[in-house]
């Protein structure tokens, strides 16, 4: 046999090889597809007493109101304050850390909203004011007592003005507004209730704020 002709066989056999072997062989199983993870289902979330570290109480009332208003635009039920504060008081003083077993067993829900605030301060320095609001929160289950959602913010605001008494009535007013940004921003990344009709557009951020 002439050597070109040995040569050009040699060649397709190797480009045939391939094919012949898969031919032969066993078919090739694709792997199973995993298990979806279980999300728990979450409807119902009570909106515990705030852990307040401030020295006012006005504050603690106002992140809570604003913490309930935002779990119902969320898709959440709103539970009444009331229900759950008189549920939770009657055997435990403090309300704002209970166990959430506990409360899943005495309000019947699926997860418990805790909320911590840090901060709720004013410095101030001859004609100038520094307002700082910091605030955590947590989700955890009724049922297992995971953290289903945790997150944090911190918002800031400089006054100025010529008097002392204007520069205290302006920083006052700065308060709200904070915490409302603080919630607002926090909450993007709260998980969808079970009434949720759509997503609000996203306009980025990071997990501290300051807020000029």
Request: aromatic fraction near 10%; include cysteine; charged fraction near 25%.
């Amino acid at each position: 046999m002439p050597v070109r002709s040995f040569r050009i066989i040699v060649v397709l056999l190797c480009l045939m090889l391939p094919f012949l072997v898969s031919g032969c062989g066993k078919k090739a199983v694709p792997p199973a597809p995993e298990e979806a993870v279980k999300k728990p289902v979450i409807r119902l979330v009570a909106v515990l007493p705030v852990d307040n570290r401030s020295t006012d109480p006005l504050a603690a009332r106002i992140l809570r109101e604003r913490v309930l208003q935002e779990i119902f635009r969320r898709g959440y039920p709103k539970i009444p304050f009331a229900v759950v504060d008189e549920k939770l008081t009657k055997n435990y003083k403090d309300a704002a850390r209970m166990a959430p077993r506990v409360v899943g067993d005495l309000l019947g829900v699926d997860a418990v909203l805790y909320s911590t605030l840090l901060e709720w301060k004013t410095s101030y320095f001859y004609l100038s004011a520094r307002t700082t609001v910091s605030a955590c929160f947590e989700l955890r289950s009724a049922k297992t007592g995971e953290t289903l959602w945790k997150a944090g913010h911190e918002a800031g605001k400089r006054n100025y003005d010529i008097t002392r008494e204007r520069l205290e009535m302006e920083t006052f007013q700065a308060y709200e507004p904070a915490i409302h940004e603080i919630v607002d921003r926090t909450f993007k990344t709260f998980p969808d209730g079970p009434d949720f009709i759509g997503r609000p557009p996203s306009k980025g951020g990071c997990f501290l704020w300051n807020w000029f």
